[in-house]
């Protein structure tokens, strides 16, 4: 989800960071005012272990060509189970809700909970949205041509549980399922104004299906890694009340890389963070659950829904630069594709590029507001946690 920020968050605090800042903070600096006001919306950078979850609520305002001008409310929560280690990592809930002039409005909500010293864990996600979205037909052909540009109102009701469970150091193996309902209204092509079938172009559709999770996650914090490895796959078999079966493939490999703790760039600051993600599908994909590039967390710059096809594969790379206190940079490359076979995805390249601000909330929760660049357009995204 894309945004502008016009909440201005230029704040000090002296909570320190996993990574080393550029700039190192006071000790006897104070907190300011400004920390003051975040503090009573639970954003005091710091988590509270005390309390049965430590909420931070964080009202927003943006602007989008799509949805235009509206309003929003984020809200981070962190907690730990009764049997949970002091070092270990906190229990998340995220949710992010948003409604604008034009009608637009939706809510995701993404909660993981470790039980058992994070030996066993329950990730529940859920989405709900009525908002404008855009169409360009499958595959980059036909999106590099504007004029393919549709818009249409896009309505999504989904809901994804998954547990896992540890059977060796470090090793998940994990069952989910995953139930997303779809429907598009008010289809039409942008150049001429002309209305278009949507129930030929894009028909309402449920899909349910039981996912199959492979995962090795040696990363110190789920939602903002400073070190460690993730390497995850999962194959979905999927039933549509549309399209009969389809099955799915997605792949992740990452790495985080504190330049401090390595020999070569013991001196430098920050740190890098890459990823490989692969999505590959099998059979009839209705059309939203074709893998797509672009949005908030993958090839940044595109916008959600230009570029989609049966398959897609991407890459990017980070460097990650906490500043001062609670502020941070990062700056990112990325390179990806979709095509309809696999063999094929190497035939034309899409890059982006960007940079961004991070400003922590609460304990490695940082708001994220990031410029992405494409081949052919710009974009804005406000967010909570990293992209990856």
């Given at each position: 989800?894309?945004?502008?920020?016009?909440?201005?968050?230029?704040?000090?605090?002296?909570?320190?960071?996993?990574?080393?800042?550029?700039?190192?903070?006071?000790?006897?600096?104070?907190?300011?005012?400004?920390?003051?006001?975040?503090?009573?919306?639970?954003?005091?950078?710091?988590?509270?272990?005390?309390?049965?979850?430590?909420?931070?609520?964080?009202?927003?305002?943006?602007?989008?060509?799509?949805?235009?001008?509206?309003?929003?409310?984020?809200?981070?929560?962190?907690?730990?189970?009764?049997?949970?280690?002091?070092?270990?990592?906190?229990?998340?809930?995220?949710?992010?809700?948003?409604?604008?002039?034009?009608?637009?409005?939706?809510?995701?909500?993404?909660?993981?909970?470790?039980?058992?010293?994070?030996?066993?864990?329950?990730?529940?996600?859920?989405?709900?949205?009525?908002?404008?979205?855009?169409?360009?037909?499958?595959?980059?052909?036909?999106?590099?041509?504007?004029?393919?540009?549709?818009?249409?109102?896009?309505?999504?009701?989904?809901?994804?549980?998954?547990?896992?469970?540890?059977?060796?150091?470090?090793?998940?193996?994990?069952?989910?399922?995953?139930?997303?309902?779809?429907?598009a209204d008010k289809l039409e092509l942008v150049e001429t104004g002309v209305p278009v079938d949507v129930d030929a172009t894009l028909p309402s559709n449920f899909s349910s299906g039981v996912v199959?999770?492979s995962i090795y996650d040696s990363r110190d914090y789920r939602l903002n890694a400073t070190k460690g490895w993730l390497f995850q796959i999962d194959a979905g078999l999927y039933q549509n009340s549309?399209?009969?079966?389809?099955?799915?493939?997605?792949?992740?490999?990452?790495?985080?890389?504190?330049?401090?703790?390595?020999?070569?760039?013991?001196?430098?600051?920050?740190?890098?963070?890459?990823?490989?993600?692969?999505?590959?599908?099998?059979?009839?994909?209705?059309?939203?659950?074709?893998?797509?590039?672009?949005?908030?967390?993958?090839?940044?710059?595109?916008?959600?829904?230009?570029?989609?096809?049966?398959?897609?594969?991407?890459?990017?790379?980070?460097?990650?630069?906490?500043?001062?206190?609670?502020?941070?940079?990062?700056?990112?490359?990325?390179?990806?594709?979709?095509?309809?076979?696999?063999?094929?995805?190497?035939?034309?390249?899409?890059?982006?590029?960007?940079?961004?601000?991070?400003?922590?909330?609460?304990?490695?929760?940082?708001?994220?507001?990031?410029?992405?660049?494409?081949?052919?357009?710009?974009?804005?995204?406000?967010?909570?946690?990293?992209?990856?």
């Amino acid at each position: 989800m894309k945004r502008i920020l016009l909440l201005t968050l230029f704040a000090f605090s002296n909570v320190a960071v996993a990574v080393e800042p550029l700039f190192e903070t006071p000790k006897d600096m104070q907190p300011t005012w400004v920390d003051d006001i975040l503090s009573v919306f639970g954003a005091d950078g710091e988590f509270d272990d005390s309390k049965p979850i430590d909420m931070s609520y964080l009202p927003t305002a943006y602007y989008t060509p799509e949805k235009k001008f509206g309003v929003g409310l984020l809200m981070v929560g962190l907690y730990k189970t009764e049997d949970a280690k002091a070092e270990e990592q906190p229990s998340s809930l995220v949710l992010n809700s948003f409604v604008s002039m034009n009608n637009s409005y939706g809510v995701e909500v993404e909660n993981m909970t470790f039980f058992n010293a994070g030996k066993q864990r329950l990730l529940l996600g859920l989405e709900l949205h009525n908002e404008a979205s855009v169409y360009y037909g499958q595959g980059i052909t036909d999106g590099n041509i504007d004029a393919n540009h549709h818009e249409f109102e896009e309505q999504v009701y989904s809901f994804k549980p998954t547990w896992l469970n540890e059977v060796a150091d470090n090793y998940f193996l994990g069952i989910g399922a995953d139930f997303t309902y779809a429907s598009a209204d008010k289809l039409e092509l942008v150049e001429t104004g002309v209305p278009v079938d949507v129930d030929a172009t894009l028909p309402s559709n449920f899909s349910s299906g039981v996912v199959v999770s492979s995962i090795y996650d040696s990363r110190d914090y789920r939602l903002n890694a400073t070190k460690g490895w993730l390497f995850q796959i999962d194959a979905g078999l999927y039933q549509n009340s549309e399209y009969s079966t389809f099955s799915t493939y997605n792949l992740e490999l990452a790495n985080y890389i504190d330049l401090s703790s390595t020999s070569l760039l013991s001196s430098a600051p920050g740190l890098i963070a890459w990823q490989v993600q692969g999505q590959f599908t099998d059979g009839d994909v209705p059309w939203n659950m074709l893998p797509d590039l672009g949005g908030s967390s993958a090839m940044r710059g595109y916008i959600k829904g230009r570029y989609r096809d049966k398959q897609m594969m991407m890459g990017q790379v980070e460097y990650r630069l906490p500043i001062f206190q609670r502020y941070g940079m990062v700056f990112w490359g990325g390179v990806g594709s979709v095509a309809d076979k696999v063999s094929d995805l190497n035939e034309e390249l899409l890059t982006s590029y960007g940079a961004g601000f991070r400003f922590k909330l609460k304990d490695n929760i940082n708001l994220r507001l990031d410029i992405g660049v494409g081949e052919n357009e710009t974009n804005f995204y406000l967010n909570v946690n990293e992209v990856f």
